[in-house]
């Protein structure tokens, strides 16, 4: 089985900074992609940033400038540094990875997600 654990979630005023992360554990192979995804209420939910194992990113460009997405591999993490957070940016963040997991011989590949950390963004 694995896991995706997301901390550092809360609240914060307009400007102010925030660095969410996500650890994955359990059976894991290897990871490929993992990425933040967002979702406010009454929106759909959509990507913020991703990175490959190699430190490729890309960026939602409404946060382009303002956030910063890194990974430790060693440690199955994955990071977004958010800094002058704006209300719009109010949402749950969603962790996902891309994890190939190999049991008894037989190599899967799978979209994992997170249960998700409210980042709020308010004075």
């Known amino acids: 089985q694995v896991q995706l654990v997301e901390s550092g979630g809360g609240l914060v005023q307009p400007g102010g900074s925030l660095r969410i992360a996500c650890a994955a554990s359990?059976?894991?192979?290897?990871?490929?992609?993992m990425g933040w995804y967002r979702q406010a209420p009454g929106k759909q939910r959509e990507l913020v940033a991703a990175?490959?194992?190699?430190?490729?990113?890309n960026y939602a460009d409404s946060v382009k400038g303002r956030f910063t997405i890194s990974r430790d591999n060693a440690k199955n993490t994955v990071y977004l540094q958010m800094n002058s957070l704006k209300p719009e940016d109010t949402a749950v963040y969603y962790c996902?990875?891309?994890?190939?997991?190999?049991?008894?011989?037989?190599?899967?590949?799978?979209?994992?997600w997170g249960q998700g950390t409210q980042v709020t963004v308010s004075s």
């Open positions: 996902n990875a891309d994890i190939n997991t190999l049991d008894s011989g037989v190599m899967r590949r799978q979209s994992y």
């Open positions: 359990g059976s894991i192979f290897s990871i490929n992609a």
């Open positions: 990175i490959t194992p190699g430190g490729s990113t």
